[in-house]
């Protein structure tokens, strides 16, 4: 099957005082039905990458540097500003962290699922019935999980717990039916209850329709166990990427493995975790490999340049352990 | 109340509530004798930490954790119940002047917590200001309480907006231990810091509890950071503890259904599959359902958990506050 979205050797800037690589030769695409976790501390470059894919990034300060993503069959980057318009929503959705700030406060949460009926409605030529648009709603709400439709479908989004209007948010998604979904950390303010339902609720939505999803998070814990494949970042750059298993049972680079033994899986008495040495700063990023200062296992090789990503059986690894480059 | 450890109790929560009325009451309101609504926020609970070690608060937001925090360090008031220090009112230790320096609290967000415009060695002696210390062995002892958290010279004339989120939490832990304190309330200490800097934190604590003995009562809702660095657990929902007993027995056999619901709804680092949610949302916390708080989402709710609370049931160690294990 055709990836929905391809994006081929990305890199963006930040100029502002300075110049920041946010991004740097990201490539990764993804099929219908399939789940990318991209996983990363904060400044790693992953709210940029959403950003970026869906054309949100304002310039200046973001500048495209290079690359390509083509989305289905349109380059996002040469595109009209109307024909990425014309994709929001219907083709590619945003889901943010804080649902509050993408729900409409002063609007009933029916008003706000039939906006986006209606919208899928002008585009693909349907024909928009309000009373049908009311039962899809309630169609909608019940495949989200939410009890009792008819009775939350008339409030208004602060009558409802955070859990329940990210859940709306994905009431939306359904009902604009987009072919890529990007999730920006959607599950980091809800408590573990929440996020179970949330998480089980869209991998079911995802699986269903077949939609490609950007699942960003900092989560290592979460990605695991909701995403087919793995991207994990750092400095702006893809350090591996592979399947959820490859990544969290057998991670190559150290970074990942870092990341992975963070986690405390023990008891305090077993003895300390083992985690990552420092902490990350643009000023350390640049012409070596960008997670050499804090790295365990670093050599003289690791400061000769910014490491290609190099296949490990199915995986790629930015780290100079390992192999030959992909093509030679 | 029964001790649970061998160990000499440092803190000792009796019967702690609170309640917070709910929306204002209109003179009309007065005439008609409409009662004043309250929001149960901490409903008679009893909690006791022995001396270096931790009792770990686990539950949700609108469990009560963090308003049970702010009691005990005095930053609320108990509407009724008593909370000890060392066997002394924490209460009347504090209107007496004398609470100052033997609790302390490291709160979720260090970039609100410390003040911006203070210098970095100046946040961490504040707790020291009202002692009767001279003013060269405060700055003396901040800095013996920065090179304890790992933080060298060099960040001590720094501001807090200078340092990183991971550094400034480090700070607030140095200025949560330069007192010497006999209990120290975290407030999820670790939540708002990245997956690789939250362990350098976690071992910390660790490390300043082995090292220096203190005593700390960790309010998260992370049952990984739990399992850490608990030695105790009380699980909360809505106010109320559900389940109290050694870390081991809460984490490694829960009894409660919510325990277990809770367990089961956080993903696991060696598990590839989602893990199974819990039906329902939790009910407001002003119109409270009679009986077991848990019960409209419990899937073994019998007659009798509508009808009253179940009290708290001792089964091998740990307490139980279910009609499960009352037999």
């Known amino acids: 099957m055709d990836d929905v979205i391809d994006v081929s050797g990305l890199s963006v800037d930040y100029r502002t005082a300075g110049v920041v690589h946010a ?8 099929r219908p039905g399939e789940i990318l976790g991209v996983v990363g501390e904060s400044g790693s470059g992953k709210s940029t990458l959403a950003l970026a894919v869906s054309r949100l990034l304002t310039t200046p300060p973001a500048y495209y540097i290079d690359g390509k993503i083509l989305f289905e069959e349109t380059d996002m980057l040469k595109a009209r500003a109307s024909e990425i318009d014309s994709l929001r929503g219907t083709g590619m959705f945003m889901v943010f962290q804080d649902p509050m700030m993408s729900l409409n406060p002063l609007m009933r949460i029916r008003d706000q699922i039939i906006e986006g009926i209606a919208v899928r409605c002008r585009r ?14 309630n169609e909608h709400l019940t495949s989200v999980r939410i009890g009792d439709a008819s009775d939350v479908a008339s409030r208004y989004p602060h009558q409802l717990s955070g859990g329940q209007n990210q859940r709306i ?3 939306i998604a359904l009902a604009e039916k987009p072919r890529l979904l990007i999730a920006d950390e ?32 900092h989560d290592l814990v979460v ?59 643009w000023d350390e990023v640049g012409g070596i490999c960008a997670f050499a200062p804090r790295c365990p296992l670093v050599h003289d090789e690791c400061k000769k340049g910014v490491p290609a990503l190099v296949r490990v059986d199915t995986r790629l690894v930015r780290c100079v352990n390992y192999g030959e480059k992909p093509d030679g | 109340m029964r001790s649970l450890t061998a160990n000499q109790d440092v803190l000792v929560i009796s019967n702690a509530v609170k309640l917070f009325p709910v929306g204002k009451r209109s003179v009309w309101d007065r005439v008609i004798r409409k009662p004043q609504r309250f929001v149960h926020a901490v409903d008679d609970v009893s909690l006791h930490v022995a001396k270096a070690e931790t009792l770990v608060l686990l539950g949700e937001s609108g469990s009560g954790k963090t308003t049970l925090g702010r009691l005990v360090v005095g930053l609320e008031t108990l509407t009724s119940g008593r909370i000890d ?16 320096g033997r609790l302390q609290m490291v709160f979720q967000d260090p970039t609100s917590s410390l003040d911006p415009f203070m210098k970095v ?20 002892r901040a800095m013996e309480s920065l090179g304890n958290v790992g933080l060298g010279e060099k960040l001590a004339g720094k501001k807090p907006s200078e340092l990183s989120q991971g550094q400034r939490q480090r700070v607030a832990v140095a200025r949560a231990i330069v007192s010497k304190p006999e209990v120290i309330v975290l407030d999820e200490p670790t939540s708002s810091i990245d997956v690789s800097l939250q362990a350098q934190v976690l071992n910390l604590l660790v490390r300043l509890q082995k090292t220096q003995g203190f005593t700390y009562l960790l309010i998260t809702h992370d049952p990984n950071v739990a399992r850490y660095m608990a030695d105790y657990i009380a699980v909360m929902y809505l106010g109320k503890v559900a389940e109290y007993g050694p870390a081991e027995s809460v984490l490694g056999n829960p009894r409660h259904p919510y325990t277990q619901a809770l367990l089961a ?63």
């Not at chain 2, 409209?296 to 009808?307: A, D, F, H, Q, S």
């Open chain 1, 23 to 30: 991004l740097h030769d990201v490539s990764f695409g993804i």
């Open chain 1, 169 to 171: 948010m994905l009431a």
């Open chain 1, 124 to 137: 693909s030529g349907e024909t928009f019935e309000r009373r049908r648009a009311e039962q899809e709603v």
């Open chain 2, 121 to 140: 060695v100046d946040c961490v002696a504040e707790p020291l200001r009202k002692s009767r210390i001279e003013k060269e062995k405060i700055s003396a």
């Open chain 1, 186 to 217: 959607p599950t980091t303010a809800l408590d573990v209850t929440s996020q179970a339902q949330v998480l089980n609720v869209l991998k079911g939505i995802v699986k269903e329709s077949k939609m490609a999803m950007i699942y960003i998070t």
């Open chain 2, 85 to 100: 220090l060392d066997g002394e009112g924490v209460r009347r230790l504090k209107d007496n002047g004398k609470l100052s």
């Open chain 2, 265 to 327: 709804s956080a993903p696991k680092p060696d598990e590839l599959s989602l893990p199974k949610p819990l039906s329902g949302e939790p009910p407001s916390m002003v119109s409270l359902p009679k009986g077991c708080r848990f019960a409209p989402r419990c899937p073994y709710v019998m007659e009798r958990c509508k009808e009253s609370q179940p009290p708290l049931f001792d089964k091998e160690g740990s307490l139980v506050a279910c009609y499960l294990y009352d037999h």
């Open chain 1, 223 to 281: 990605a695991g166990s909701f995403c087919d494949r793995i991207a994990v970042m750092y400095g702006g750059m893809i350090q591996e990427i592979g399947t959820a298993e490859q990544v969290m049972r057998s991670p190559k680079h150290p970074y990942s493995s870092g990341l992975i033994t963070s986690l405390p899986s023990q008891r305090k008495a077993d003895g300390p975790l083992v985690g990552i040495s420092g902490t990350f700063s």
